[in-house]
């Protein structure tokens, strides 16, 4: 009999693994899971969702790591990317990943964290994937 989880019980593991890590504490605002962040929300924040998932002796798949940076007035042309923040934030998520240590889950950071403006909600969004691995025996 294997032990697998669904969609929810990994989304929910990894709000837990976050909400214990060095990065939840780095964060100026709320963690959340998928859908619970306010659609107006101006804080940092950062979310975790669920994105794909495969079954077999091994469980393997993804997960997202998205991190809000409100943008700063640079006082001369409006709103900027605070690249202190991002730069903080992202070198927090690799230190994360190279200090992991878990008896269910192997976590493989195959891509750079990277940001992108999100200009309709003045914010600078880190993206992560979180590459997991699980045995369900």
């Known amino acids: 009999m294997s032990y697998t989880l669904t969609e929810s019980q990994i989304e929910k593991d990894f709000y837990l693994i976050i909400k214990s890590s060095a990065i939840n504490s780095l964060i100026n605002g709320t963690l959340y899971r998928k859908g619970m962040r306010p659609a107006n929300a101006k804080t940092e924040d950062a979310v975790v969702a669920f994105l794909t998932g495969l ?3 091994f469980q393997t798949g ?10 700063i007035d640079n006082k001369t042309s409006g709103k900027v990317k605070d690249t202190h923040r991002v730069d903080t934030l992202q070198a927090a998520v690799k230190d994360f990943f190279e200090a992991f240590s878990d008896p269910y ?15 309709e909600i003045q914010q600078t969004r880190i993206n992560t994937r979180i590459y997991y691995r699980r045995t369900t025996f």
């Open 105 to 119: 889950y192997e976590l493989e950071l195959r891509e750079t964290p990277y940001s992108e403006d999100l200009e």
């Open 55 to 57: 079954e077999g002796q």
């Open 62 to 71: 993804v997960v997202l790591l998205n991190i809000y940076v409100p943008k």
